[in-house]
């Protein structure tokens, strides 16, 4: 789901399914925001308000807690999220180089996302793939052992495939 | 339960999945089909088998043979030659010189490696993990029927503390006493919780538990709860492993039907019901009492101790929580006795630990061995020398709160006990190898950036230290260093360790004191001359 056509109702809509999916209890908060920050792409504020309402926690809370997590996004991100591990093992291995080509062929800094919504770039803490560094994983997409050299030709893949689909 | 005349694995370790495992898993399926084979072999992925320098591997049993790299064009003529016509298919064998640990052992038979010695990843990598009755058939549940129709929970605990087993989390606490606590705390509900969210950086040993045998931590932590008088537990897996929470979910839902989880186990009195727990990416989870935070729903930062989660726990109850390296070795020590566990390991610390070799190496990936066993034998033997025969300069371990290990302690032996004596810590297995063109400030710099930014914030010395911490290894870095930073970063080690309310605070500054005191020559090279003796830091 994109961006633009994420309106109130369809908002309203995935929370009440979801809250519907686990319980109205706040000790399911995390696993709530979590599916919904899955099917939206991030957590929008009226999703927030909403969960609020019917778990019955102040917003505050589910403010706090979302901002508190990795994987829960209170911005828009992306089409694609690309994950890059900046942790120590994929660091000695050869990390950073493939980090500054990943940005200077994006033109994103850490944290950003392109003009057209198509890239997000964040770095991320260690994905337990330590075996096959450097990690880039992209959407749910892993690649392990990669090398500057590659960047292009992964990032490619991604291009093709949803001019052909969408 | 049916049999087959054969049994085919094909590896599924990231390695192997990588290499194209599912296109090969895919192409065997499709050919022993076409064959007609389904009724007579069958064919599984299985975890972590062992090191992965011919990956993706077939294995096919009874017979053991071992091929690999196995590309989907070979999958015809290796399903012809040795499932159709029984003979081995030549020129698709893996080598058994390519070939370690575990796997060059089964080739083999006899002992011409040192074979790793594998308690709690006895069964990853030769059972099919989705498959509970697989499980059975490897003697799967048996402890925990001994346990609950033949001891008491005080013979439980007392077993478990006769077996010396300590918590592999990191600190090394003796799991039969921390058991004895929740055991001993007032209270009709208890929990136990298992701690699966590893989140070390260079750790990935729970994953492989769970994915290869998560049949062995359901077991494991039936039998805490039990011994502790929990009849609810948790396993708080960390988000980004789903493959480990589908494989924990659907064991989950097999032993309900097998009669081992639920209600009423082995017709006793005792009901266990377990519940899976995504976290949603946070480092501080893994520290039990933001663990117990987030699983009750809030920001997860941890609380100020004591009380301790073993009388004032999850939802305020008294609470068990272990690691799942931990409570993997439970059912190996109810089956075998605490004799036969003394016998593995040093006599302070029995038993194996699971290492995951990563770096300058020939050989990364994950092994168990016998506590005790010395850097400079891992590196030798399971890690195949140093990459591109380099010399070895040091190893972290444990991830970032781990020690910074210089080449002069690499013949202490790996136990909780000599390494405390030796100053540096264990912690949680993970041993980042590198070489001489390793840069220690720039070591030192990725692992502090880890720390500010996985710091929850709670508390002022660790979210304010690790930045300052940051900033100040950045300046050294760009040769804007003064000898008084370096006095500085030494305090705020110490005052990181004293002041930091939570484990992640207080060990947070180690790496620093580490590098200060074994490499200070380095540093001040940085401060001094301006010079990156390695190379690797950008000066400015």
Not at chain 1, 68 to 82: A, C, D, E, N, Q
Not at chain 2, 48 to 62: C, E, K, N, T
Not at chain 2, 473 to 480: A, D, E, F
Request: glycine letters at 10%.
């Amino acid at each position: 789901m994109t961006i633009e056509t994420l309106n109130e109702q369809t908002v309203r809509e995935v929370v009440r399914e979801v809250v519907k999916q686990y319980e109205a209890n706040p000790s399911e908060l995390i696993p709530i925001l979590s599916e919904v920050n899955r099917r939206l792409g991030y957590l929008p504020d009226k999703a927030l308000e909403e969960i609020s309402n019917l778990v019955k926690t102040p917003k505050s809370s589910v403010l706090s807690v979302s901002t508190f997590y990795h994987m829960l996004s209170t911005k828009p991100r992306g089409k694609h999220v690309i994950q890059f591990c900046e942790s120590a093992p994929c660091h000695v291995v050869g990390g950073r180089e493939v980090w500054n080509r990943l940005k200077t062929y994006l033109q994103l800094e850490a944290g950003e996302t392109t003009p057209d919504n198509e890239w997000s770039l964040i770095t991320t803490s260690c994905l337990g793939l330590c075996g096959i560094g450097p990690v880039v994983v992209i959407d749910n997409d892993v690649y392990g052992n990669v090398t500057p050299d590659q960047v292009p030709e992964i990032l490619a893949k991604y291009s093709n495939s949803q001019g052909g689909a969408k | 339960m049916k049999t087959y005349r054969s049994m085919v694995l094909v590896s599924s370790d990231e390695q192997s999945i990588e290499k194209g495992a599912n296109e090969v898993f895919a192409a065997l399926q499709q050919e022993i089909y076409k064959k007609g084979l389904q009724d007579e072999v069958s064919i599984s992925m299985v975890g972590d088998i062992g090191r992965h320098d011919a990956a993706p591997l077939v294995i096919v049993y009874p017979e053991a043979v071992i091929y690999g790299p196995i590309k989907p064009e070979d999958v015809e003529f290796l399903v012809d030659e040795h499932l159709y016509k029984g003979r081995i298919a030549a020129g698709l064998q893996a080598s058994v010189k390519e070939l370690s640990g575990r796997i060059a052992w089964i080739s083999a038979r006899r002992n011409t490696l040192p074979a790793e010695q594998r308690i709690v990843l006895e069964h990853a990598g030769l059972i099919d993990p989705d498959n509970i009755e697989d499980y059975i058939l490897h003697d799967g549940y048996s402890a925990l029927g001994k346990v609950i129709s033949e001891l008491s929970p005080q013979q439980v605990i007392a077993e478990i503390k006769a077996s010396g087993l300590r918590g592999r989390g990191g600190a090394g606490f003796p799991t039969g006493l921390k058991w004895s606590f929740v055991q001993k705390a007032p209270g009709d509900k208890k929990y136990v919780i298992c701690n699966a969210d590893e989140s070390e950086p260079g750790t990935f040993k729970d994953r492989l538990i769970l994915e290869g045998d998560p049949h062995n931590v359901l077991e494991a932590m039936a039998i805490a709860a039990y011994a502790v008088g929990a009849d609810e537990g948790y396993i708080y897996i960390r988000g980004e492993y789903a493959l480990a929470k589908n494989r924990l979910i659907k064991a989950i839902q097999q032993a309900e039907e097998f009669g081992f989880l639920g209600n009423n186990i082995f017709e006793s009195d005792f009901s266990f019901k377990v519940h899976v727990h995504s976290g949603a990416g946070a480092y501080i989870c893994g520290e039990e009492t933001a663990l117990i935070e987030s699983i009750e729903g809030k920001r997860g930062e941890p609380r100020a101790r004591p009380p301790y989660p073993t009388t004032v726990g999850l939802f305020s109850k008294p609470t068990l929580v272990n690691n799942v390296e931990t409570l993997a070795n439970i059912p190996a020590i109810f089956r075998n006795g605490a004799d036969w566990y003394q016998k593995f390991g040093t006599p302070s610390s029995p038993g194996t630990k699971t290492y995951t070799i990563l770096g300058h190496v020939n050989s990364t990936g994950l092994i168990e061995v016998p506590m005790g066993i010395t850097l400079r034998e891992v590196i030798a033997i399971y890690a195949k020398g140093m990459r591109n025969g380099a010399t070895f300069k040091l190893a972290q371990t444990g991830g970032s709160s781990g020690s910074v290990i210089p080449a002069s302690l690499q013949d202490t032996p790996m136990d909780f006990d000599s390494f405390e004596k030796a100053g540096v810590s264990l912690g949680s297995g993970a041993l980042l190898i590198c070489d001489n063109d390793t840069c220690v400030v720039d070591l030192a710099i990725s692992l502090m950036n880890f720390f500010r930014k996985e710091s929850c914030g709670k508390c002022n010395p660790c979210r304010i230290g690790t930045q300052r911490a940051y900033e100040t290894l950045v300046r050294i870095s760009k040769g804007k260093g003064t000898l008084k930073d370096l006095d500085d970063l030494n305090e705020l080690s110490n005052n990181l360790y004293t002041m930091s309310n939570c484990g992640l605070g207080q060990t947070s500054g180690t790496p620093i004191h580490d590098i200060l005191n074994h490499f200070r020559a380095e540093v001040e090279a940085h401060v001094r001359l301006g010079v990156c003796p390695t190379g690797v830091c950008e000066m400015m």
